[in-house]
């Protein structure tokens, strides 16, 4: 079993509306939760890094971490054809070593 | 943009050639990781470098070496190239050694092998 399982998708959703992103993971001692966007061809993107078990919002993206349950989730609103890309999720318990997941294809579709 | 640069952009070798990625970090990154990432999978970390030193490692096998200098550049060695070493290879850079510090991505090197 991987310790970071994520959905590989394709998610196809038509522009505005809303796009739900999740992973779970098996290792308990994961403090750091991101969440990266890659383009093809291109190296991952920052998109959000929360600490702690609770929302993180910015601008249209929120971030949300449920350590009991070992969940976590991106949600993009108001979804524009410029968010089609792969999104990964990355955590990790010590210095320097990302566990991602496979990633996610989002297809937003005009 | 990261700041983060890798050459060369895209590499084409044969099973049991050797093969040097190079990897530009930003300016006061001391610390820089090479990840591998295969065909629809994540990125799976190779190595960690910090202040010129190995500091850290995933599981890949020794063919798999690396070099950082006092410039901020950074090399990943792959000897005895295998079908399955066909990928994109990152690097990313991160300014402190610190838990959970974010780390910063570079385009990334193709590497084909046949």
């Known amino acids: 079993q991987k310790e970071v399982e994520q959905d590989p998708g394709p998610l196809s959703v038509p522009e505005g509306a809303i796009v739900s992103l999740n992973c779970t993971y098996s290792?308990?001692?994961?403090?750091?939760f991101m969440w990266y966007r890659q383009y093809s061809r291109k190296g991952p993107e920052l998109l959000m890094y929360?600490?702690?078990?609770g929302n993180k919002e910015d601008g249209r993206f929120t971030a949300q971490v449920d350590k009991s349950s070992k969940y976590i989730s991106l949600f993009i609103r108001d979804s524009q054809p410029s968010d089609s890309a792969t999104y990964l999720c990355?955590?990790?318990?010590?210095?320097?070593?990302?566990?991602f997941g496979a990633g996610t294809q989002v297809v937003v579709t005009p | 943009e990261t700041g983060v640069t890798q050459s060369p952009t895209h590499l084409i070798k044969t099973r049991g050639q050797q093969v040097t990625l190079r990897c530009s970090s930003q300016?006061?990154?001391?610390?820089v990781s090479w990840y591998q990432q295969a065909l629809g999978q994540g990125p799976q970390f190779i190595f960690q470098y910090y202040r010129e030193e190995e500091n850290g490692r995933g599981n890949f096998p020794p063919r798999f070496s690396g070099l950082q200098f006092p410039n901020y550049s950074s090399e990943l060695n792959v000897n005895a190239l295998e079908l399955d070493d066909s990928a994109l290879y990152l690097c990313a850079s991160s300014p402190y050694r610190e838990v959970g510090d974010t780390q910063y991505f570079g385009p990334g090197t193709r590497l084909t092998v046949l």
């Open positions: 929360t600490y702690s078990s």
């Open positions: 290792n308990s001692a994961f403090q750091y």
């Open positions: 990355a955590m990790t318990d010590s210095w320097g070593k990302l566990q």
């Open positions: 300016s006061g990154h001391n610390t």
